[in-house]
């Protein structure tokens, strides 16, 4: 099963890949952990990504999508993924149609929702890194500009669903295996 997380920062979507990646038996691609690591390697890659990150902007599509195109081609994908975090711009998902076959296709695009007011609380808790009120906002902004575009890009495909994320998390999972079929 091909499965994509979405939503705005702090949604959510990280907690839940954990538990599908479970059930499923198939590996948690998150581009956020991927970048976080690159940056705290010191690679090429990390170094161009740090100050953008840090900023609450968007890591160049060309770099994310390098990033996730070597990891879907190994082994451990073949029977399908969860990619948490990508696509966040209508550019990305572009690239990913044109990598994925036409038996490899997209079977859910999961969209979290929650208010932006208990997301701030959420990231204030958390307290990563970019998890300052400024970045938050501006992680914001850029969530509205650039990754809510992907809403009506996947709604006119009939993939994507809905999930009320101001539940607790075993409710939010619950609702996310009614949809996907997994109990
Ligand atoms: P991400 O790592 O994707 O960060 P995120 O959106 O904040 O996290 P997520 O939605 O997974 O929230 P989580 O489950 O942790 O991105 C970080 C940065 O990387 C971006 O700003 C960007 O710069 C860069 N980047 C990543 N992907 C990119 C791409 N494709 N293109 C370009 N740049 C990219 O949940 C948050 C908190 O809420 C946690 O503390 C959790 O415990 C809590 N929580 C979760 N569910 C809850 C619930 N139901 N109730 C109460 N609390 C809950």
Request: with cysteine; net charge negative; aromatic share 6%.
């Amino acid at each position: 099963m091909r499965i994509i997380l979405f939503g705005p920062p702090g949604c959510g979507k990280g907690t839940q890949a954990i538990f599908i990646s479970e059930a499923l038996a198939i590996p948690h691609l998150s581009t956020g952990d991927m970048l976080r690591s690159a940056v705290s390697s010191g690679s090429e890659i990390g170094l161009k990504a740090k100050n953008i990150m840090e900023s609450g902007g968007l890591v160049s599509d060309q770099i994310v999508f390098s990033i996730v195109e070597q990891r879907i081609a190994k082994d451990d994908c073949e029977k399908g993924f969860i990619l948490d975090g990508f696509p966040r711009t209508v550019n990305q998902a572009e690239k990913l149609d044109s990598l994925l076959s036409a038996n490899n296709k997209l079977d859910y695009v999961l969209r979290i929702k929650v208010d932006e007011e208990e997301i701030i609380k959420r990231l204030i808790d958390r307290a990563r890194e970019d998890d300052k009120p400024d970045i938050i906002k501006n992680r914001f902004k850029t969530y509205n500009s650039e990754t809510q575009p992907l809403i009506p890009f996947y709604e006119d495909r009939k993939i994507l669903f809905n999930i009320n994320g101001m539940q607790e998390i075993e409710k939010v999972s619950e609702d996310i295996k009614k949809i996907i079929g997994v109990f």
